[in-house]
């Protein structure tokens, strides 16, 4: 069974400085240690092996705009999730919510809220329940 879901994620953004300074302070926290960014990119691969490792990269689009779209980051523990809430808090991290046990979304979601600098929507979460009985 296949257990590696997603490969990459190519996300726009409307001031590249603004989004290399925050990113490269968020992504490396995140586990995204591998920093392969060029003039036009931003690119932070996350710690492997010998195989291709997921990335997240981001370039500029002067006409982009944010919308209800999330992309929402895995955390192991609670502590974990309050810990890089504390990092988005310090690096400027736009509309921080929580971090907060979310009932609504499933039993023992704990997760935190916010926004890149151009408004994109992001989440730090953690699961302590499997959304499906087995």
Known sequence: MKTRCFDHIDL???NMAAARKFYGKLLPALGFIGDRSSGRWGIFY????????????????RRHQPNGTRIAFWAETREEVDQLARLVRKICGRNLEGPELCRAYSRGYYACFFEDPDGNKLEICCRESPLIAG
């Open 46 to 61: 996350a710690a492997g092996g010998d195989k291709p490792e997921a990335f997240f990269g981001f370039t500029q689009d």
């Open 12 to 14: 726009r953004v409307k």
